[in-house]
């Protein structure tokens, strides 16, 4: 599913204009990224936790080439999906 069926979808069960949902996924993108960039954590009940980890510099190796590289320090989001989520799904 991309975004325009995703805003789509959730307008027609939210009875709610595609205009007005996609202002609200757009604002809803923009505070996760936010919090998550200072180290926050977001947890949504029935859907998971999203939580942002650091990442230690390695070496790590392309496999096209075999060459070795150097891969710097980053911060990574990690989605743990909730109880809820995970039942609905493997129904």
Avoid: H, W, Y
Wanted: charged share 30%; net charge positive.
């Amino acid at each position: 599913m991309n975004k325009n069926e995703l805003v789509s979808a959730v307008a027609e069960k939210s009875e709610v204009t595609k205009k007005d949902v996609d202002k609200v996924l757009k604002a809803l993108v923009a505070v996760m990224s936010e919090d998550l960039a200072e180290g926050g954590r977001i947890q949504l009940p029935d859907l998971g936790s999203f939580k942002c980890n650091e990442r230690n510099a390695r070496t790590v190796r392309n496999p096209r080439t075999g060459e070795q590289m150097n891969s710097p320090a980053c911060k990574v989001v990690k989605f743990t999906p909730a109880k809820a989520l995970k039942e609905s799904v493997n129904k």
